[in-house]
C-alpha cells in the first residue's frame, strides 16, 4: 500500500485509531501518478506571501549526463503548461504597454534546504522581500527572500513569471530542472504581490527518478512485489503437488487454502505490472490498477474469512458452522466494501511522497472491522481449544496449540511493528527517510505470507488427514457459542458409556454370548 497484510490482521487496525484524528480529508484526484496536474488550484496566505503546493517526491540523482538527449538515467523535473490567470480586477490596474505586471516564482528545494526560504537568517518572519530588507540589499522587492546554499549557489531553485501589460494569463516557459542530488523535493508556486489575489493556477508537472517515472517510495516495491509474485508461485507449486498427491484425501479446508494462495499470486502479480507500466509511462493504468485494488481487497476478505472458520475448529471440531455461515459472509462482504474503497481512494489519486493524509471517513470503517474480526478469531479459538481439551483430542489440541501459538507471535510482531511505523512517522513529517519507507507497507505482506505458510504446513494435505478432520463418531453436541467444562466432562462420560456398551456386546457376540444378552441389545 500500500499493498496491504492479507492474512494478519492489517497494519492499519491502531494507526488508524492513533493518526486518524489529527490527518486531513483529502478527495481523490485523476490517475496520474507522477504527473501532477493542477485545475484552477487557489493560492493560500501565509505571512506576507501566498503558495500553492505543487507537489513533493522523493528523487534520486541523474545517472546520465544532463546535455544526453535521451531521458533514460535522468532525474528531472518537468513544467508543462503551467498557466496563472489573474482577475480582471488585478489586471485592469495596468496599461497595456506595462511590461512586468504582476511576477509568480516557482520554488523548488530539497528538504535540508527548507531553512533557506523566508527572512529566517536575516531574524525576520517575512518570506517575501519588504522593503526595509530591501533597502538593507538583504532581497529584491517583492520576491520570496532565499538564501543560496553555500555548497550549490543555484539551489534553491528559483524559475520567475512575469504577467505583461492587462493579459490575464502568464504561462511559464516549459522547461527541464534536472536533479543532480538524492533527496526529497518539494515544488512551490508563490507570489508577494497583494494585487494578485484570486490568482489561480492551471496545468501539470512531470517528475521523473533516473529508472522511470515512479516516486522514490515506490520504486523499491516494484521489485518487492516481483519477488512476493515469485514467493507466491513457490508456495503455490509445493501446494499443489501436495494437493495432487493426496487429492483423495483433501478436506473442505484445504480448498479455502488453495483459495487464498491463488490470489495472493494474482494480488502479487497485478500489483507488479501495474508498478512496472506506471514507471514507463508516468500515469497509473486505470485498468491494471482497479484489478490490483480488487484482489488486494478480496484476499484481504478472504484470508480474515480463513482465520474465522480455522479458529471456529471448521472441518476439525465441526463439519459446517451451522447459522453462524450468514454471519460470517455478511461480515466478509461489509469488509470488502470497506476494504475496497479505502484501496480505490489511496491508490487511484494524485501521487505525493509528502503526505500526512489518512482518509479518516475510510481508515475508521475498516479499523472498526479489523477489529471485529480480531475479537471474533480469539474468542472462537478460545472456545475451539476448550472443546478439544474437553474431547481429548489430543492430536488436534496440539495442532491448534500450534496455530494459536503462531498467531500469537504474528500479534506480538504486529503490535511491534505498529509501535514502531508510530515512532517513524511521529519522527520524519516531512518524509526525510523517504528511501526506507517502503519497508512499512512490504513488512505486512511479509508477515501474512508467512503466516499462510504456518497454516499450509499445519493443514498440508497428507495420507491421514482423518486425525485433524471431523469425526461423526466424535459428535458435535456443543452449541454454536461454547461449552462449559463441566458440562463437556459429562458428555464424555456419556460417550465412553455407549462406548463400553459397544465393546461389550462386541466381545459377547465373539465368545457366541450374544443370546444371554438381548437385553443389552434391547438398550
Same mark, same amino acid.
Given at each position: 500500500?500500500?499493498?496491504?497484510?492479507? %492474512?494478519?490482521?492489517?497494519?492499519?487496525?491502531?494507526?488508524?485509531?492513533?493518526?486518524?484524528?489529527?490527518?486531513?480529508?483529502?478527495?481523490?484526484?485523476?490517475?496520474?501518478?507522477?504527473?501532477?496536474?493542477?485545475?484552477?488550484?487557489?493560492?493560500?496566505?501565509?505571512?506576507?506571501?501566498?503558495?500553492?503546493?505543487g507537489?513533493?517526491?522523493?528523487?534520486?540523482?541523474s545517472?546520465?549526463?544532463?546535455?544526453?538527449?535521451?531521458?533514460?538515467?535522468?532525474?528531472?523535473?518537468?513544467?508543462?503548461?503551467?498557466?496563472?490567470?489573474?482577475?480582471?480586477?488585478?489586471?485592469?490596474?495596468?496599461?497595456?504597454?506595462?511590461?512586468?505586471?504582476?511576477?509568480?516564482?516557482?520554488?523548488?528545494?530539497?528538504?535540508?534546504?527548507?531553512?533557506?526560504?523566508?527572512?529566517?537568517?536575516?531574524?525576520?518572519?517575512?518570506?517575501?522581500?519588504?522593503?526595509?530588507?530591501?533597502?538593507?540589499?538583504?532581497?529584491?522587492?517583492?520576491?520570496?527572500?532565499?538564501?543560496?546554499?553555500?555548497?550549490?549557489?543555484?539551489?534553491?531553485?528559483?524559475?520567475?513569471?512575469f504577467?505583461?501589460?492587462?493579459?490575464?494569463?502568464?504561462?511559464?516557459?516549459?522547461?527541464?530542472?534536472p536533479?543532480?542530488?538524492?533527496?526529497?523535493?518539494?515544488?512551490?508556486?508563490?507570489?508577494?504581490?497583494?494585487?494578485?489575489?484570486?490568482?489561480?493556477?492551471?496545468?501539470?508537472?512531470?517528475?521523473?527518478?533516473?529508472?522511470?517515472?515512479?516516486?522514490?517510495?515506490?520504486?523499491?516495491?516494484?521489485?518487492?512485489?516481483?519477488?512476493?509474485?515469485?514467493?507466491?508461485?513457490?508456495?503455490?507449486?509445493?501446494?499443489?503437488?501436495?494437493?495432487?498427491?493426496?487429492?483423495?484425501?483433501?478436506?473442505?479446508?484445504?480448498?479455502h487454502? *488453495?483459495?487464498?494462495i491463488?490470489?495472493?499470486?494474482?494480488?502479487?502479480?497485478?500489483?507488479?505490472?501495474?508498478?512496472a507500466?506506471?514507471?514507463?509511462?508516468?500515469?497509473?493504468?486505470?485498468?491494471?490498477?482497479?484489478?490490483a485494488? *480488487?484482489?488486494? $481487497?478480496?484476499?484481504?476478505?478472504?484470508?480474515?474469512?480463513?482465520?474465522?472458520?480455522?479458529?471456529?475448529?471448521?472441518?476439525?471440531?465441526r463439519?459446517t458452522?451451522?447459522?453462524? *455461515?450468514?454471519?460470517?459472509?455478511?461480515?466478509?462482504?461489509?469488509?470488502?466494501? $470497506?476494504?475496497?474503497?479505502?484501496?480505490?481512494v489511496?491508490?487511484?489519486?494524485?501521487?505525493?511522497?509528502?503526505?500526512?493524509?489518512?482518509?479518516?471517513?475510510?481508515?475508521?470503517?475498516?479499523?472498526?472491522?479489523?477489529?471485529v474480526?480480531?475479537?471474533?478469531?480469539?474468542?472462537?479459538?478460545?472456545?475451539?481449544?476448550?472443546?478439544?481439551?474437553v474431547?481429548?483430542?489430543?492430536?488436534?489440541?496440539?495442532?491448534?496449540?500450534?496455530?494459536?501459538?503462531?498467531?500469537?507471535?504474528?500479534?506480538?510482531?504486529?503490535?511491534?511493528?505498529?509501535?514502531?511505523?508510530?515512532?517513524?512517522? $511521529?519522527?520524519?513529517?516531512?518524509?526525510?527517510?523517504?528511501?526506507?519507507?517502503?519497508?512499512?507497507?512490504?513488512?505486512?505482506?511479509?508477515?501474512s505470507?508467512?503466516?499462510?505458510?504456518?497454516?499450509?504446513?499445519?493443514?498440508?494435505?497428507?495420507?491421514?488427514?482423518?486425525?485433524?478432520?471431523?469425526?461423526?463418531?466424535?459428535?458435535?453436541?456443543?452449541?454454536?457459542?461454547?461449552?462449559? %467444562?463441566?458440562?463437556?466432562a459429562?458428555?464424555?462420560?456419556?460417550?465412553?458409556?455407549?462406548?463400553?456398551?459397544?465393546?461389550r456386546?462386541?466381545?459377547?457376540?465373539?465368545?457366541?454370548?450374544?443370546?444371554?444378552?438381548?437385553?443389552?441389545?434391547?438398550?
Open positions: 500500500m500500500g499493498v496491504a497484510g492479507a %492474512l494478519l490482521f492489517p497494519d492499519r487496525i491502531f494507526l488508524g485509531f492513533f493518526l486518524g484524528f489529527f490527518a486531513l480529508f483529502s478527495c481523490p484526484l485523476p490517475s496520474l501518478g507522477s504527473i501532477h496536474e493542477y485545475k484552477n488550484g487557489a493560492f493560500i496566505p501565509r505571512s506576507n506571501s501566498f503558495f500553492f503546493h507537489g513533493s517526491e522523493g528523487l534520486y540523482a545517472e546520465a549526463s544532463i546535455n544526453s538527449s535521451s531521458s533514460d538515467g535522468k532525474s528531472f523535473i518537468q513544467f508543462d503548461s503551467v498557466t496563472f490567470r489573474r482577475t480582471k480586477d488585478s489586471a485592469s490596474m495596468h496599461h497595456d504597454m506595462q511590461s512586468s505586471t504582476g511576477l509568480v516564482e516557482a520554488i523548488i528545494l530539497e528538504i535540508q534546504d527548507r531553512d533557506r526560504i523566508g527572512g529566517a537568517f536575516l531574524n525576520s518572519e517575512d518570506i517575501c522581500c519588504t522593503p526595509q530588507l530591501h533597502k538593507d540589499k538583504s532581497c529584491k522587492l517583492a520576491e520570496v527572500i532565499i538564501h543560496p546554499n553555500p555548497d550549490n549557489p543555484q539551489w534553491p531553485k528559483r524559475i520567475q513569471t504577467f505583461d501589460g492587462t493579459n490575464e494569463e502568464a504561462t511559464m516557459i516549459t522547461q527541464n530542472i536533479i543532480e542530488k538524492t533527496g526529497m523535493y518539494y515544488l512551490y508556486f508563490m507570489f508577494c504581490d497583494p494585487q494578485l489575489q484570486g490568482l489561480t493556477i492551471s496545468g501539470r508537472t512531470v517528475w521523473r527518478n533516473p529508472g522511470g517515472y515512479l516516486p522514490g517510495k515506490m520504486a523499491p516495491l516494484m521489485t518487492f512485489h516481483g519477488f512476493m509474485s515469485l514467493a507466491y508461485l513457490a508456495l503455490g507449486l509445493v501446494w499443489f503437488l501436495q494437493f495432487v498427491r493426496f487429492w483423495k484425501d483433501t478436506l473442505q479446508l484445504h480448498y487454502i *488453495t483459495a487464498v491463488a490470489l495472493g499470486m494474482c494480488e502479487m502479480a497485478f500489483w507488479f505490472f501495474e508498478y507500466n506506471f514507471n514507463d509511462s508516468g500515469s497509473r493504468p486505470m485498468g491494471i490498477t482497479i484489478w485494488v *480488487t484482489f488486494t $481487497a478480496v484476499k484481504k476478505t478472504v484470508s480474515r474469512m480463513l482465520l474465522l472458520v480455522v479458529s471456529m475448529g471448521y472441518g476439525v471440531v463439519p458452522l451451522g447459522g453462524i *455461515t450468514s454471519k460470517v459472509i455478511l461480515l466478509g462482504v461489509v469488509y470488502f466494501i $470497506a476494504s475496497e474503497a479505502l484501496e480505490l489511496e491508490h487511484l489519486g494524485n501521487i505525493n511522497d509528502f503526505s500526512g493524509k489518512a482518509r479518516l471517513f475510510l481508515v475508521l470503517p475498516v479499523a472498526l472491522l479489523d477489529a474480526f480480531i475479537v471474533w478469531i480469539f474468542s472462537s479459538l478460545s472456545k475451539t481449544l476448550e472443546k478439544l481439551q474431547r481429548r483430542s489430543v492430536a488436534k489440541l496440539d495442532l491448534y496449540r500450534k496455530f494459536t501459538n503462531s498467531l500469537a507471535v504474528s500479534v506480538l510482531l504486529s503490535v511491534a511493528w505498529i509501535g514502531y511505523e508510530l515512532y517513524f512517522n $511521529a519522527t520524519d513529517p516531512l518524509s526525510e527517510l523517504w528511501q526506507r519507507a517502503w519497508i512499512i507497507s512490504a513488512f505486512w505482506n511479509v508477515l505470507y508467512i503466516l499462510l505458510g504456518v497454516i499450509c504446513f499445519l493443514w498440508a494435505p497428507s495420507q491421514n488427514p482423518t486425525r485433524y478432520a471431523y469425526s461423526e463418531e466424535m459428535g458435535d453436541d456443543f452449541d454454536e457459542e461454547g461449552i462449559s %467444562l463441566t458440562s463437556g459429562k458428555v464424555v462420560g456419556d460417550m465412553a458409556n455407549k462406548l463400553e456398551r459397544k465393546e456386546k462386541a466381545s459377547d457376540h465373539v465368545f457366541g454370548l450374544g443370546d444371554e444378552h438381548e437385553e443389552d441389545k434391547r438398550e
